[in-house]
C-alpha cells in the first residue's frame, strides 16, 4: 500500500520536494490553515518552507483522486473529510489528518507494510498503558484492507521546546514504584541480550565495562522523546507517537534522547559538546555509564532497522577515550 491510498479529491502540495516527500497537504479548500497544521518542522529551513509553501502554493502540486480508504473511514465516522497525509520516517506507516466541517476531526495512523503492523499494536498497547497518565482519545481502531489503524482526537496544544523543570515534572510521572539492581535491572537485560545477538565485540566490551551500584528506577519508556512527539497543553505535555515505548524502562533514557535530538538533529552540535550537553542535564552519580547504555540502546534499534549509526559509535569513542 501506498500513500495515493489516502488522498481525497484535492490538490496537494508536496513537502519538501517531490523527490523525498514528507507530507502532503490538501491546498484548494477553505480550511488550509488546519491541513497546515499537520506539518511542524523545528529547523529554520523547515519554517521558511513552510511558510513559502503556505502563502504561495505554486510549487510540488499532485493532483489527489477520491481512495477507498475516504469511503472507509466515511462510513466509520458517518461524516464527509479531506484528508492530508504525513508519511512517517520509516515509510512503514502514514498519518492522515482527517478534516470535515472545518475543523480536524482526528488523526488516523495506518499500517503501509507488514512491521507497520506490528508497532501500530505495539503503540495502542502503549497508549492502554499510559491512559492514566497521558489520556488519549481513541476514536476507532481495527483493520484498513488487512493493515492496522487507529484514530485518535486532536491533541490540541502547541509543539515547542520545554523547560527543564518541565521536563523533569514529566519524567517524575513516568517513574514507576520499583528500582532493580544493574544486573537485574529488565531494561538492562534486555540490552545484554540483543548485544549478545549482535555479536559486535567493540559494543559487548563497553558494556560489560558499565558498572553502576545504585538501584535504577523503573520507569515508562516513551523511546523516542523529542519536541516532535510531544504537544503542550494547558501548561502540561502530552506525548503521543509511542511506537518504541517500553514498559519497562530505564530512567534518564527519554531526557537523553530529548537533548540527543535537539543537539544532533536541529542544531548540528559538535559530538564533544553533545556529551557535554547531556551530561550537564542528568543529575546522578553514573552519568557517563547511563550515556553510554543510552549510545548502545540506540545502536541496537538503529541496526535493527538498518539506520546509521557511526554517530553514536563517536560519542562513545569520545566517552570511553
Not at 492514566?132 to 491533541?155: A, C, H, Q, R
Request: net charge positive.
Amino acid at each position: 500500500m501506498n500513500v495515493s491510498n489516502f488522498f481525497s479529491e484535492n490538490k496537494y502540495i508536496v513537502l519538501p520536494k517531490m523527490s523525498n516527500p514528507k507530507v502532503f497537504l490538501s491546498i484548494d479548500n477553505t480550511y488550509i490553515s488546519e491541513s497546515f497544521k499537520l506539518y511542524n518542522p523545528f529547523s529554520y529551513k523547515g519554517k521558511l518552507l513552510k511558510f513559502i509553501a503556505y502563502y504561495f502554493p505554486y510549487f510540488n502540486i499532485l493532483n489527489g483522486s477520491r481512495s477507498n480508504f475516504i469511503d472507509f473511514i466515511e462510513n466509520r465516522l458517518s461524516i464527509k473529510i479531506i484528508t492530508n497525509i504525513y508519511l512517517a520516517t520509516d515509510k512503514e506507516k502514514v498519518i492522515v489528518q482527517l478534516i470535515s466541517d472545518k475543523k480536524i476531526v482526528g488523526y488516523a495512523k495506518v499500517a503501509i507494510c507488514s512491521n507497520g503492523n506490528r508497532k501500530i499494536k505495539h503503540e495502542l498497547n502503549a497508549i492502554d498503558i499510559l491512559q492514566v497518565i497521558n489520556p488519549i482519545d481513541i476514536l476507532d481502531k481495527g483493520m484498513f484492507e488487512g493493515f492496522e489503524y487507529f484514530i485518535t482526537s486532536e491533541i490540541k496544544g502547541e509543539q515547542r521546546f520545554v523547560s527543564d523543570k518541565k521536563l523533569n515534572s514529566l519524567m517524575k510521572k513516568l517513574e514507576r514504584n520499583e528500582s532493580f539492581s544493574f544486573e537485574k535491572h529488565p531494561r538492562i537485560l534486555q540490552i545484554s541480550r540483543a548485544l549478545d545477538e549482535l555479536n559486535n565485540q567493540k559494543y559487548l566490551k563497553v558494556f560489560k565495562a558499565i558498572i553502576i551500584s545504585e538501584e535504577l528506577k523503573l520507569v515508562y519508556e516513551h523511546g523516542d522523546f523529542a519536541p516532535w512527539n510531544i504537544m503542550i497543553c494547558n501548561n502540561r505535555i502530552r506525548m503521543f507517537d509511542f511506537e518504541y515505548f517500553e514498559e519497562n524502562g530505564i530512567e534518564y533514557f527519554d531526557m537523553i534522547k530529548y537533548y540527543f535530538q535537539i543537539e544532533n538533529l536541529l542544531k548540528k552540535t559538535k559530538n564533544s559538546m553533545i556529551i557535554k550537553i547531556i551530561l550537564s542535564k542528568l543529575n546522578c552519580n553514573y552519568k557517563n555509564e547511563i550515556l553510554m547504555l543510552f549510545l548502545l540502546k540506540e545502536i541496537i534499534l538503529k541496526k535493527k532497522e538498518g539506520v546509521c549509526v557511526k554517530k553514536e559509535e563517536d560519542l562513545i569513542n569520545i566517552l570511553t577515550r
